[in-house]
């Protein structure tokens, strides 16, 4: 280890609100300075204190803030988004079967320590590093967070939906490399959406071409609303939608309603909220946040049931706006091999992996030697499968 490293002083927070905005900002979005865009809110000191503050995290909620802040002579120079977990709820990244292995011999897999933005399976930076501290940064806060969970007797600590870059430097510095696969749209320079569908099959470019008539043919219309074209009622409406689908899916929605309160403050100029209204009524919508060079797709509700309105409202929705304001991606969350006949192609994803007992670290080491196989499978699989027209084939 350098001097200067030495030097490097490592707190563990339990709030946002003793960490000023700017500090905060400086590693977590260096790109925000010029006024523009982060790459993506999710590390933000605004959307995880929205977070914080609705009580969406903290106590009684399985995930307990314990932010890593790395210091050098006094100076912020990293920080991470850090929580000690009593689950495995809200990752996206399963390790379900990790916690039952354990526990079946004898161990307590709980409480575990995670690098991660709560219930947000999108990819971004996870170690925030200044910029010029990178190496040191990142070094810091990954001894940091193995020193915590070691001193603790915490079982693993894991960084998930972490960058490519970040993976292989983990990697070089023992941590457990995963690999995992999503559903991303990429934007090849198209003009509008006719020129994407022309890159599609025929079959593929008439079928969305249906299904979006099918859609807009609800009864009523779908609006995208961003910035202070959202209204505090929409959030009324929007509320419901999200407890309807998290009830489904989870059991209890993830996020308070005081969230949606403040995100609407705080937040309103990070998100695209799609609606669709018929007979003066909002019946279904679709939360998507913006970044600087994509689109994340969040959640989505219905009061309504009508035919082909998720996949407009979630998916085709979100491929206009990334055309029309030039982002390059949509990211469209977790799961779904649905997306992929939508232009969604699958991409990997990346986490990375520590585990105290040496030989629950070898068994999990095999595990994702053998699960990285499978996963470039499956991918290399789903691609041949995709929408896209074939050279040679004939436009319609």
Excluded at 67 to 95: N, T
Excluded at 180 to 193: I, L, R, T, V
Excluded at 367 to 387: H, N
Aim: aromatic share 12%; hydrophobic share 40%.
């Amino acid at each position: 280890m350098s001097q200067s490293e030495t030097a490097i002083e490592i707190q563990v927070l339990p709030s946002l609100a003793v960490i000023p905005a700017a500090e905060w900002d400086a590693c977590a979005c260096p790109e925000a300075a010029d006024g523009f865009r982060p790459l993506d809110p999710f590390t933000t000191h605004r959307f995880l204190t929205a977070l914080e503050d609705s009580g969406s995290v903290g106590p009684g909620t399985g995930w307990q803030p314990s932010y890593l802040v790395a210091r050098l002579d006094g100076e912020m120079i990293a920080c991470a988004p850090l929580y000690a977990k009593q689950h495995s709820q809200g990752e996206y990244i399963f390790d379900h079967s990790w916690a039952q292995a354990y526990e079946n011999a004898g161990g307590d897999y709980y409480p575990k320590l995670q690098i991660a933005v709560p219930f947000t399976p999108a990819t971004g930076r996870r170690f925030l590093v200044r910029p010029g501290f990178e190496q040191i940064g990142m070094g810091a806060l990954v001894q940091g967070a193995v020193k915590l969970a070691a001193d603790n007797g915490v079982s693993t600590l894991h960084a998930t939906f972490c960058t490519a870059d970040e993976a292989a430097a983990g990697r070089q510095m023992g941590l457990m490399h995963r690999i995992s696969q999503q559903f991303h749209w990429e934007n090849a320079g198209y003009e509008d959406f006719d020129g994407f569908l022309a890159a599609l099959s025929s079959r593929k470019r008439k079928n969305i071409r249906k299904e979006r008539a099918t859609a807009q043919g609800f009864g009523g219309h779908i609006r995208a609303l961003t910035g202070d074209e959202i209204e505090p009622h929409h959030w009324d409406d929007f509320w419901v939608f999200y407890q309807d689908t998290g009830s489904r899916k989870w059991g209890r929605p993830y996020l308070t309603r005081a969230f949606f309160e403040i995100a609407h403050e705080t937040l309103r100029d990070d998100i695209l909220l799609v609606l669709a209204e018929r007979e003066g009524f909002n019946v279904a919508g679709a939360l998507n946040f913006i970044g600087r060079r994509a689109l994340y797709g969040r959640y989505w509700g219905a009061l309504e049931r009508h035919p082909c309105l998720h996949f407009e409202a979630c998916y085709y929705q979100a491929i206009d706006y990334a055309i029309a304001h030039g982002l390059e991606t949509v990211e469209a969350g977790a799961q779904g091999e649905h997306k992929l006949a939508r232009g969604y192609l699958p991409v990997t994803t990346h986490s990375l992996h520590w585990a105290a007992d040496p030989g629950f670290a070898r068994a999990i080491a095999e595990f994702l030697k053998a699960e990285a196989r499978a996963v470039d499978e499956e991918i290399e699989i789903l691609t041949s499968y995709g929408p896209f027209r074939r050279t040679g084939e004939d436009h319609d």
